[in-house]
């Protein structure tokens, strides 16, 4: 049975959330975070480098979410949540599912980064260390995160789901940044369209489902 290593609080409610989506039967083996918000050092015996999301499945061990989304629909999809090849739709498609990590993340784990490092940093330097990262996040950061949003935004504005009309798996993967964004974005501010396709996904059964059997899952609203 396909297996999911699931890390508390993380990217792998996406995964049991496509599951809960297509019906398909798994199993759940939990992890949790270290007090310093790290993945614990079991995870390193399931893949080398110890992140979550990961899943195995006949003898296959698939990390990365956009991965693990591919191997799931490739394998027991049976053609949903994917628009047909060779439309437009698919193209769209494929762009918002590997988009999720390869661009949308970034600025938000950048201002993740500069918002605890002077938390963390020892007292005599926090005041510089503040400093530095408070200039990073205003000349960087913050551009980079305006823009994004106001991207989804304006695609939104197009249909109520990234790759179209129909909702699909682009749109499991976009959630985790839009949900971040929404936690310590500021997308609530001038975003309603971004906004309406949180509460549009947070109303879906499967998304309910998913989160009754993963835990607690605080970047979500």
């Not at 992140?51 to 629909?73: F, Q, W």
């Not at 109520?160 to 501010?189: C, H, K, N, Y």
Request: proline share 8%; glycine share 8%.
């Amino acid at each position: 049975m396909l297996t999911v290593h699931h890390l508390n609080n993380s990217r792998s409610q996406r995964v049991l959330w496509l599951l809960e989506e297509l019906g398909l039967p798994y199993q759940i083996v939990r992890y949790q975070r270290q007090p310093d918000m790290r993945a614990p050092a079991e995870l390193r015996a399931i893949h080398p480098l110890g992140k979550s999301p990961v899943i195995t499945d006949n003898g296959n061990t698939v990390a990365e979410s956009g991965a693990i989304a591919e191997y799931i629909l490739s394998s027991y999809g049976e053609g949903r949540l994917i628009p047909p090849p060779g439309t437009p739709e698919r193209l769209r498609y494929t762009y918002w599912l590997h988009y999720a990590e390869g661009s949308a993340m970034s600025p938000l784990l950048l201002k993740l980064l500069f918002t605890l490092m002077p938390k963390r940093a020892p007292a005599l330097l926090r005041p510089l260390v503040r400093k530095v990262c408070n200039q990073a996040l205003t000349t960087l950061v913050h551009p980079q995160l305006k823009q994004h949003m106001a991207y989804w935004e304006s695609e939104l504005g197009k249909s109520e789901w990234f790759a179209g009309v129909e909702f699909t798996a682009a749109d499991i993967q976009m959630s985790f940044p839009l949900e971040a964004a929404a936690a310590r974005g500021g997308l609530e501010q001038g975003h309603p369209k971004s906004m309406a396709f949180l509460d549009r996904i947070h109303a879906r059964p499967a998304y309910k489902r998913a989160l009754e059997k993963g835990g607690p899952y605080m970047i979500g609203r």
